[in-house]
């Protein structure tokens, strides 16, 4: 039987080292928090896009304002 690791498989947001996803979310190597490195899938129907729109334009208006 094979495991999927990549549902485990998580990225740190400071020191960009991958790791398995721990209870805490800490990075082994720097303490960081571990994020999902991968962009949720696409659907037509995406009941959550206006939240997410609304969440990275807050995100550009923070770094490039």
Known sequence: MMLK???YLQKCKECN???L?????????CGGQLIN?????FSL???Y???RLK???EEFDKKFK
């Open 17 to 19: 080292r991958y790791g």
């Open 5 to 7: 690791m990549t549902k």
């Open 45 to 47: 129907t995406d009941k």
């Open 21 to 29: 996803q721990n209870p805490e979310s800490k990075c082994r190597y």
């Open 49 to 51: 896009a206006k939240y």
């Open 55 to 57: 969440y990275f334009k």
């Open 37 to 41: 490195p991968k962009p949720p899938k």
